[in-house]
């Protein structure tokens, strides 16, 4: 069956002189871009550069908030009051919000990065308090969620849009949440094993987890992480089979 697919990349997480990945490639393929909003990486140079960039070519704008922790780019674990995460994820969205008008175009999606996705994925009462300050923001914004966790049942409940997210460049565990990169076999560098992998879950509208394991639902939208080295080798080439499979790639 033919799908309108989303791909997205993780981008916009340089730091004034420092650069991280190629965004000007990726956003040649791809048709969404998560853009980091200025605590676990990026700074409103950077934001406004990727955003003006993102929309010379059609690619839909998202905000893709973290925990504050340039250090270590947003992929440590922290514990917040809800008051403070709160307000974490409104100073972020509205960041963003205010960046995407400035470069002419609109905010369209919202994506938790690193470690607070990770967390979210787990507990959805933390997921709950940052979709709400989210839609808060602005209730008309896509939420990008790991399928068949926490999160998806959060969404669900609010009875907002959302958007099922896989990952191109990552194993999945058999609970479906993301094999800990500490672990091997938690990335998947060669760009045709991901084509391979996104082509069958895309057609099986399931995760398949490392083990094999099928969990089925919904596939709108697939990742590669634009901070590493074959990011853009795996983005081409998961796009090319999508299409070659006769799925329209576009934005969300």
Known sequence: MSRHIDLNADMGEGFGRWTIGNDDAL???????NIACGLHAGDPDVMATTMARALERGVGLGAHPGFPDLQGFGRRRMSLPETSLRNMIRYQTGAAEAMARGAGGLLRHFKLHGALSNMASEDAALARICYET????NPNLVILVLPQTAMEEVVLDLGCTWAG??????????????VDRALPGAMIQDPDDAAANMAGMVREQAIICASGKRLPCRVDTICVHGDTPQSIAIAKAVRARLE?????????
């Open 27 to 33: 956003l040649e393929v791809i048709t969404s871009a």
């Open 134 to 137: 989210a839609l808060d923001v």
């Open 165 to 178: 997210e896989v990952f191109a460049d990552r194993a999945y565990n058999e609970d479906a949440t993301l």
């Open 244 to 252: 070659a499979d006769g799925h329209r790639v576009s934005p969300l």
